[in-house]
């Protein structure tokens, strides 16, 4: 393969303290076929390479010339101070600028922090990179400001980092020449900002081929679906049924149902009854349920009857049962309480008339009450006065 027939690369820029790794990643699994090169740049020389044509896209610091290019911020780093690890700073969780003010505050030549006004003391010289600075604190010279992505890409074992709260702080963004926006940066962009590998916004459509394509261009172009095929479409629907103006007289062969009529029957038979309910029944509504008519249709040939309307079939409410169920009792419950009464006469008190009263307690089982009227010649003075003894039983009738 000569070098004419390479496919195109993507070459993606970036700056410190950014990993593009992931997005690295993705690209690869998306567009294996389009090898992305990675170009590591200074954050200072950042957009010259992009404005000479070195890459195509980088992840570079804001802020960043938007009348050449196009910006898209990606996130906001947070501000640390680093300092050796036996510095009083390192015993606390956060400081502010103010807690500065007696230390020596480095500032590289390639620092990306928009600063208004340095804090603490200055510097006698500054340092050439973040790298050198780094180094200074280290040697317990001072300390440094710097986001928090570069204080970990220099992380040493003798030095720490704390969170500065009211320091300014850098972005991140994704640029590229404004007139330079390709499929391929469209693509990088996607996958940036998380779109899904169909989605085809901001690319620009490109013409179909393939044998799906001309079969969709040939049916485009066919007379069923041509630019007179709706009109073709709508000339064969049926004609809508003209509605019957009102006054107007009814077909003959048409039925007719009246409120409070039923369905009529076939010839010298008496007509069905209407089982429709009369909770239905409404003021100028005919049987069937529609104002003022139900038609019936037009009678069949051979000169059969028309089929009567659908009429929704109701349930017959049975009759009231009686207020209370009674039992009759057998000939074995009513030698029994034949027996209950001869034992009772001869047991004490003396023997007595007994009524028998019964009820159902439940489905097998009788209650049954022996009212005592009071025997003469009884030797016990509650049957002389009158007053009758009452006796309960529950008798297992069997039924």
């Known amino acids: ?11 993606l820029a970036y700056v410190p303290g950014v990993t593009p790794g992931k997005w690295v990643r993705i690209w690869q699994e998306r567009l294996p076929g389009t ?3 990675l170009v590591a740049v200074p954050a200072a020389e950042a957009q010259r390479l992009l404005r000479e044509g070195g890459a ?9 010339d938007r009348t050449v290019f196009s910006a898209i911020p990606l996130y906001t780093e947070t501000t640390v101070v680093v300092v050796p690890k036996d510095h009083a700073i390192a015993a606390v969780d956060e400081v502010s600028l103010e807690d500065l003010a007696d230390d020596v505050v480095f500032q590289p030549l ?3 922090l928009p600063w208004q006004g340095l804090p603490g003391r200055p510097a006698i010289e500054r340092p050439a990179t973040t790298a050198d600075a780094i180094e200074l604190v280290a040697a317990g010279v001072g300390v440094l400001v710097v986001p928090q992505s570069l204080a970990r890409l220099h992380h040493r074992r003798d030095l720490t980092y704390r969170p500065v709260t009211d320091a300014p702080r850098s972005g991140v963004a994704l640029s590229w020449p404004e007139d330079r926006t390709t499929d391929l940066v469209e693509d990088f962009i ?4 998380g779109r899904t590998v169909n989605s085809t916004r901001g690319r620009r459509p490109s013409p179909p081929s393939g044998r799906r394509a001309r079969q969709r261009a040939r049916r485009r172009t066919s007379p069923r679906t041509g630019p007179g095929a709706p009109a073709a479409r709508r000339a064969r629907r049926p004609a809508a ?23 009529p029957g076939p010839a010298g038979r008496a007509a069905v009854p209407d089982l429709r309910s009369p909770r239905g029944a409404h003021p100028g509504m005919g049987n069937a349920g529609v104002p003022g008519e139900a038609l019936l249709g037009h009678p069949r040939p051979g000169g059969r009857r028309p089929e009567p309307p659908y009429q929704r079939y109701q349930r017959p409410r049975p009759p009231p049962g009686p207020a ?6 057998s000939s074995h419950t009513t030698r029994t309480i034949a027996a209950i009464h001869q034992s009772a006469s001869r047991a004490n008190p003396a023997p007595k008339r007994s009524a028998a009263s019964m009820r159902t307690r439940s489905k097998g089982t009788m209650f049954i009450n022996l009212r005592s009227h009071g025997c003469p010649g009884s030797a016990h003075s509650h ?3 009158g007053r009758p003894a009452q006796s309960s039983f529950l008798v297992r009738t069997g039924v």
């Open 190 to 193: 996607g996958i940036v900002r």
């Open 324 to 329: 209370g169920r009674m039992t009759k009792p």
């Open 56 to 64: 195509d896209a980088g992840v570079v610091r804001l802020p960043v």
């Open 110 to 112: 390639d620092d990306t």
């Open 35 to 37: 090898p992305l090169d």
């Open 1 to 11: 393969m000569t070098g004419s027939e390479a496919p195109p690369s993507f070459r």
């Open 383 to 385: 049957l002389r006065s």
């Open 241 to 263: 049924r003209p509605r019957r103006a009102e006054g107007a007289v009814r077909p003959p062969g048409v039925a007719v149902l009246l409120p409070g009529a039923g369905v």
